[in-house]
């Protein structure tokens, strides 16, 4: 089992960069899938971004790909969320989810099994 813990939210203005961090305890964080997912409110949780166990294949949606890129350091157990050119349809609570088994391409939600708290991203105009 993993305990996922999300930092680095925050209020930023339109056109600014937030980092999210994702710190991971237990074992075997390099045998995770990992994703960020996000939630605004009065709407389903979406995808954001996944990352193969290596660290070497990275997906996005449209929505944020060229300005959100998704990174892990397996030796410190965390996974990163740089967002650039943040936008106010970006505000949302942000999550890290970790899938024990399947592809860098599930983008559903219901595929991961584990979760951390979610940290909130609010975009001011």
């Known amino acids: 089992q993993v305990q996922l813990v999300e930092s680095g939210g925050g209020l930023v203005q339109a056109g600014g960069s937030l980092r999210l961090s994702c710190a991971a305890s237990?074992?075997?964080?390099?045998?995770?899938?990992m994703g960020w997912f996000r939630q605004a409110p009065g709407k389903e949780r979406e995808f954001v971004a996944t990352?193969?166990?290596?660290?070497?294949?990275?997906y996005y949606p449209d929505s944020v790909k060229g300005r959100f890129t998704i990174s892990r350091d397996n030796a410190k157990n965390t996974v990163y969320l740089q967002m650039n050119s943040l936008k106010p349809e970006d505000t949302a609570v942000y999550y890290c989810?970790?899938?024990?088994?399947?592809?860098?391409?599930?983008?559903?939600?219901?595929?991961?099994?584990?979760w951390g708290q979610g940290t909130q991203v609010t975009v001011s105009s």
């Open positions: 989810a970790a899938a024990v088994s399947g592809s860098v391409y599930y983008t559903s939600s219901y595929r991961y099994d584990y």
């Open positions: 237990g074992r075997a964080f390099s045998t995770y899938f």
């Open positions: 990352i193969s166990r290596s660290g070497a294949i990275t």
